[in-house]
């Protein structure tokens, strides 16, 4: 789950920081909301928010959910921060919006309020968090959190305005959940609007595709994505926004993580293979998170067999040299089975028997991409 789109803020004020304008939007969103304010004559009952990882759909979907129910609202369609309901909006309290989430977004908001120095109120409904359960948070989207919907949606509205219900990640609604949702958009009730935001849309149900209004966001054109990583003073802002597949919120996080050292171990690693050298550094690396690792993986053999397909690199421009040595070492048929392969670990990264194991495997398979050949200038 992606934090750079998940976790959105709804409070205006807090999103109204550096590189973003004083409605809370990101620059180049800004099409996208006159878009939307094109559409509000005939606004559909279900908007399904999709575009690639990191480029700020959640934030933009509750900037949108706060203009709906505002009183107020700027000639460009913005909320005013001004009126009661902009004000409960904030609050996490308006009568008419309910956020729908996987519990494990709501645990990693009180865990970063806490470390932060927070007073413990819960972000999502601002109640006092329950006691500390031993279960492990969710992280699909439950059927009880979408029966829950059933009254509220029945309910007349606050000042006969709308309601809105905003639901994220959609690929997180487990099967039971997006059955009882589908219900809800087959029979939508009125003055009910409902905003889906999604990363992966062959994750959902056809039959919830068929029932919404598809919206798409796409990748921020580059230009705009490195300004506004440099004006955040993010260093080699150009190098993060490729490998990050040019979303800027990804690339600003991988910036500041703890992981980037070991990441460019990883990448150090892969350029120069090796089957003691995987030995080695499988045992380095085992404490890292392995979604991280594969990731990048996938990127780096994705430019291998790009390159050698077309002669064009993606994600690790910087990184050309050593690749193009590699990609004389191997051939498209390995390539292509390692594309696969890969997808298949990360399917399972979550849940390793053991993580060094893990790393170990997966490196030797890489070195066997070039096993017999030597790297040539």
């Not at 009952?45 to 759909?57: E, V």
């Not at 500390?132 to 948070?137: G, N, V, Y």
């Not at 380095?284 to 067999?305: C, E, G, N």
Request: charged fraction near 20%; charge should be neutral; aromatic fraction near 6%.
């Amino acid at each position: 789950m992606d934090s750079t789109d998940a976790n959105a803020n709804p409070n205006a004020n807090a999103n109204a920081k550096a590189g973003t304008n004083p409605h809370g939007l990101y620059p180049w969103q800004g099409p996208a909301w006159l878009q939307l304010q094109q559409m509000l004559p005939r606004l559909p009952h279900a908007l399904l928010i999709h575009g690639p990882r990191g480029t700020g759909k959640t934030a933009f979907a509750e900037r949108f959910a706060q203009a709906l129910l505002c009183e107020r609202p700027d000639a460009g369609g913005h909320a005013c921060n001004a009126c009661a309901s902009c004000t409960w909006f904030v609050q996490y309290s308006h009568p008419d919006y309910r956020r729908v989430r996987p519990e494990l977004l709501d645990a990693e908001d009180a865990s970063n309020d806490s470390a932060e120095g927070a007073d413990g109120d819960n972000e999502a409904t601002g109640e006092k968090p329950a006691a500390r359960s031993s279960k492990a948070p969710s992280k699909d989207i439950r059927i009880v959190q979408v029966r829950a919907l059933a009254d509220f949606i029945n309910m007349s509205t606050h000042r006969q305005g709308r309601r809105v219900i905003l639901l994220y990640p959609a690929e997180t609604l487990n099967h039971i959940a997006a059955n009882a949702l589908l219900k809800m958009l087959e029979e939508p009730s009125p003055s009910t609007v409902f905003l889906l935001v999604t990363d992966s849309l062959d994750r959902l149900l056809p039959t919830i595709l068929s029932r919404c209004r598809k919206f798409p966001m796409g990748e921020p054109p580059r230009a705009q994505s490195l300004q506004w990583l440099q004006s955040a003073g993010v260093k080699n802002a150009e190098a993060l926004l490729a490998e990050q597949g040019g979303a800027p919120l990804r690339a600003q996080e991988m910036a500041d993580s703890e992981l980037r050292g070991a990441i460019d171990e990883l990448l150090l690693h892969l350029a120069t293979p090796g089957t003691e050298a995987a030995i080695k550094t499988a045992e380095r690396l085992q404490k890292i998170p392995l979604a991280a690792l594969v990731a990048s993986m996938q990127r780096w053999i994705h430019d291998l067999f790009l390159l050698k397909l077309s002669g064009r690199i993606r994600y690790y421009p910087s990184h050309e040299k050593q690749l193009a040595a590699l990609a004389r070492r191997s051939d498209i048929a390995g390539l292509a089975g390692a594309v696969k392969s890969f997808n298949d670990r990360r399917a399972i990264a979550d849940h390793p028997m053991s993580a060094r194991l893990f790393i170990e495997d997966m490196l030797l398979e890489y070195a066997g991409l070039f096993a017999g050949s030597r790297i040539t200038s």
